[in-house]
């Protein structure tokens, strides 16, 4: 993994989510599957960004258009650490692909917090975390949209307990037989906390408005990836 700060940019051909095309045939995980393995392998991720989100178009009459984001502006964490810019994608003009620009942010004094996907590669993120007091009362586990995420988990994960820590989480899970299962469950919660805070930062620091039914389907995503490089399949 690139350990200097690293943004790549350019057309990538394949759409990563499932809302990114509209029009043709329906998205699936299939094939954003490599797309998804490589960002992670690399550590990259998007920047923020504003102006359209579909950057290409096909151009056709009415009823063959299609409309997906095949352009990104990704970056790893030194890049986003290091150097304040967002992504800007104008809207169509003479190319069927959206001009991308990458912007300076002007300094703001106004400090807000922003959770960073790759602070999770440090080691010593889970103790870090871990040593935080949870309880009932936590805005996390109050949420209601948390609640109605994991009833749509529930739904294809074939699993129902809930718990108020992370210490419960760790032991009720270390206490689930068979293996293969306990792995499984381990999956959809780690998929879970990444997922959710991941989209509750979207609609805070991006403004991208998002679904309970969106983020259960990235939740499901993410864990059939990484057992899928176990050797297992999700039932």
């Not at 599957?33 to 991720?45: H, K, T, V, W, Y």
């Not at 299609?66 to 790893?76: E, Q």
């Not at 009362?137 to 994991?150: A, D, P």
């Amino acid at each position: 993994m690139m350990t200097a700060p690293w943004c790549v940019l350019g057309d990538f051909n394949i759409v990563l989510k499932m809302d990114e095309r509209i029009g043709g045939n329906p998205v699936n995980r299939e094939e954003s599957r490599e797309f998804m393995d490589c960002l992670n392998l690399c550590g990259l991720e998007d920047l923020p960004f504003e102006g359209s989100k579909y950057t290409w178009c096909n151009n056709q009459g009415i009823g063959k258009r299609i409309y997906s984001k095949l352009d990104r502006i990704l970056g790893n964490i030194e890049w986003i650490i290091n150097f304040n810019f967002k992504a800007h994608f104008r809207e169509g003009g003479i190319s069927d692909h959206s001009a991308m620009i990458l912007k300076q942010v002007k300094h703001d004094t106004r400090h807000s917090f922003k959770f960073c996907v790759m602070w999770t590669l440090d080691p010593h993120f889970p103790q870090i975390v871990k040593e935080e007091e949870e309880d009932s009362h936590h805005l996390f586990c109050r949420c209601s949209f948390t609640k109605e995420t994991y009833q749509l988990i529930s739904t294809w994960a074939q699993f129902d307990f809930q718990a108020k820590s992370i210490e419960e989480v760790t032991q009720r899970i270390t206490n689930i037989s068979p293996a293969k299962r306990r792995l499984k469950i381990a999956a959809i919660f780690a998929a879970c906390v990444y997922n959710i805070w991941k989209a509750r930062n979207e609609v805070l620091h991006k403004n991208l408005p998002t679904t309970p039914g969106a983020v259960s389907q990235r939740i499901h995503t993410h864990m059939t990836i990484f057992l899928n490089s176990k050797g297992i399949i999700m039932e």
